[in-house]
């Protein structure tokens, strides 16, 4: 299943390589893929029978015939794709060749799987003793565990902790999960369950007993977020909020709680199908379509100052 449920997407944009032309007669055989595609792998099986179809009136109609460029398709797509479900995460994107860096800033693609400290843009102690981390993407563990236990034992001796999340694009749900761990003095805390369509429960906690983690339950967290934190940096924000364990400062978030991973369409696109429906171990809900309404409502560019000014009240 962790295969399935793979990440709480990180944020894409649609042209990702040189812009090439697009033979027509590709079209349709790429669009009747990606009918396929989310017709078995979206997780509500009603919406996915409105895209198939939407999908194939639009195909009826010639909408997509006169797309010059797979770029152009994919945006076209996606549009329709949103009018449809509203769903953030159902994108349509170019292929990225071999060994370009993903868009949102991640590693290039021969360092997946390895450990990496991509993402980790600020990690320090502040005036005042307060920890300051800056992270923009949370990629696997695989890839992130080793930066996140140096960041948060360089962080360990502040008194309290900012995480920033105001550019954070989401991704892997374990490693969101891991960095909670620290946070909570509960072992194996229920946090959420991802259910597919089959309705096979992935539930999630805070690492177990034994587990190395340097656990700090009552430090004051405060949590920064713009209405550019998406997925899994709203995911953050929203379950430590529910479990009244951080203040979260700053914008609305962007309200796309849907994980998915991507399936190949044709050659050149792909599309990145939300396959679980998020349930919280408190409130059984999730921040899809409504976002995350921070405590503090500030603009992003001074929810900074605004938590540090609360930090070092406490």
Request: proline letters at 8%; aromatic letters at 4%; charged letters at 20%.
């Amino acid at each position: 299943m962790r295969a399935v449920l793979a990440s709480l997407a990180i944020g894409v944009v649609i042209a990702q390589g040189p812009v090439t032309s697009l033979d027509p007669s590709l079209v349709r055989p790429t669009v009747e893929s990606l009918s396929e595609v989310i017709s078995r792998e979206y997780f509500e099986v009603a919406v996915a029978a409105k895209v198939e179809a939407s999908l194939k009136a639009a195909l009826a109609d010639g909408r997509y015939a006169s797309s010059p460029t797979p770029e152009a398709l994919a945006r076209a797509l996606t549009r329709d794709l949103y009018a449809v479900t509203h769903d953030q995460h159902l994108v349509v994107t170019v292929k990225r060749p071999p060994g370009v860096a993903p868009a949102a800033g991640g590693p290039p693609a021969a360092r997946r799987d390895q450990p990496t400290d991509a993402g980790f843009r600020r990690v320090e102690i502040l005036p005042g003793n307060i920890g300051y981390l800056d992270l923009t993407m949370f990629l696997r563990l695989t890839e992130h565990r080793d930066a996140l236990a140096a960041a948060m034992t360089k962080l360990q001796p502040a008194r309290a902790l900012i995480l920033d999340m105001r550019d954070n694009g989401g991704g892997s749900p374990d490693t969101v999960v891991l960095l909670m761990s620290y946070l909570f003095d509960q072992p194996s805390l229920p946090l959420l369950e991802i259910i597919p369509r089959t309705g096979e429960t992935q539930a999630y906690a805070t690492a177990p007993a034994g587990a190395g983690i340097e656990r700090n339950g009552s430090r004051p967290v405060f949590v920064l977020t713009s209405s550019h934190t998406f997925s899994g940096g709203e995911g953050l924000a929203y379950l430590l909020q529910e479990h009244k364990r951080a203040i979260v400062i700053g914008e609305k978030t962007a309200g796309a709680a849907n994980p998915g991973r991507p399936y190949p369409v044709s050659e050149t696109l792909e599309v990145t199908v939300p396959n679980g429906r998020i349930r919280s171990a408190i409130t059984r809900s999730n921040w899809e379509g409504d976002g995350v309404t921070p405590d503090v409502i500030v603009p992003a560019a001074t929810a900074l100052d605004v938590a540090l000014e609360r930090a070092r009240m406490r």
